[in-house]
């Protein structure tokens, strides 16, 4: 005869597996009501998983070309921004050298003025954003362009001055200057004083900026040059027109000797203006191009959200629906245990 035994243990413990099975399972299924995506998306999509890890990360790197091209935006705003100043600048002074006539105002006051705009110029060109130098072209972590008025004197001072001593014999602040003639002066300012600011000269006393400038991955597709340097044709000319008005003598010269040099001032300041126009005007296209493929990914990456959430993406309804159903067969488990741990031997004896 076959004996049967049933274990009270055994009925209290068979709900109790049931609910955490169960358990489980609402856990899962709030998460995907939360995430709107399956709990365990491999488990769910099998062979077709690697379609949407392949759109995640195509989508993962539009997010990364969009962050960084929020930092490249950044610098490009910043480097308008000195540009602009630079430019006013130039185009005050050359402004004030047309008005009135320079030498009635004083050669004193257009020779320190001519300092006072050279710093700005130097100040401008060291500018930083994030801890990158703006003119610094490929070299963005060293100061782009050295103090001209440093102590003790930098190379470019030492320059100029040697430069005008091997043409006159004397420095810029002998006494003895007054007895240059213009046409000397012309000749110093259309020969050895330019040279001071060619590249090369450039490189080795005034400027420690890269001539190449920054070029930046703006999409998956696209790459623009996004900086400018401090050795462009445009920002030599500023500093050689602010160092011939500012250090070479001017108001200890001869009337007509002054007036070389002013002239020969304002006709840089001229093309030097328009060589500015041109770099901003690059600038200006760079942004351009920048906040057009910014909108670009944008239509691209709701497209690519579109495709994961076509794959990974839950129903609403029928997970809300599976959660009901769940926490009812839970709350029934629990129900079932509580009346299984009130069966005693003792209530029937």
Do not use: C
Not at 85 to 105: D, Y
Not at 133 to 160: C, E, M, R, W
Not at 272 to 286: E, F, K, M
């Amino acid at each position: 005869m076959k004996t049967t035994f049933i274990s009270t243990l055994n009925l209290w413990n068979s709900p109790r597996s049931t609910v955490n099975k169960l358990q489980g399972e609402l856990a899962k299924a709030n998460q995907e009501i939360t995430t709107g995506r399956f709990a365990d998306v491999g488990l769910q999509l099998g062979s077709r998983t690697g379609q949407t890890i392949t759109l995640r990360q195509e989508s993962a790197e539009i997010d990364a070309l969009i962050d960084s091209n929020g930092t490249v935006g950044l610098r490009l705003g910043t480097t308008k921004g000195a540009m602009d100043n630079i430019r006013t600048s130039a185009e005050n002074f050359l402004n004030s050298l047309l008005s009135v006539p320079p030498l009635e105002r004083g050669a004193e006051t257009v020779q320190d003025s001519a300092k006072t705009e050279l710093k700005k110029l130097m100040s401008e060109l060291n500018k930083s954003s994030g801890g990158q130098y703006l003119f610094g072209g490929t070299n963005t972590k060293q100061l782009p362009i050295s103090d001209y008025y440093a102590t003790p004197p930098s190379a470019a001072k030492l320059a100029v001055d040697a430069a005008f001593m091997a043409e006159f014999g004397i420095s810029q602040t002998d006494p003895a200057a007054s007895n240059i003639t213009a046409a000397q002066m012309d000749t110093f300012l259309n020969n050895a004083f330019p040279t001071l600011f060619d590249p090369a000269n450039w490189s080795a006393t005034w400027s420690s900026a890269s001539g190449q400038n920054i070029e930046s991955r703006i999409s998956t597709t696209e790459r623009v040059e996004t900086s400018t340097n401090a050795n462009e044709d445009a920002m030599r000319k500023l500093a050689m027109a602010y160092t011939m008005a500012a250090d070479l003598g001017l108001s200890g010269m001869r009337t007509e000797t002054q007036q070389v040099i002013v002239n020969k001032v304002m006709s840089i300041l001229g093309s030097a203006n328009n060589d500015l126009v041109d770099i901003q005007a690059g600038l200006g296209l760079s942004e351009k191009a920048l906040s057009g493929a910014n909108a670009r990914m944008e239509i691209q990456k709701n497209i690519l959200q579109t495709g994961i959430s076509g794959l990974e993406g839950v129903d609403p309804g029928e997970a809300k629906t599976r959660v009901d159903a769940l926490t009812t067969q839970i709350q029934m488990s629990y129900s079932l245990t509580s009346q299984l741990r009130q069966l005693s031997l003792l209530n029937y004896l």
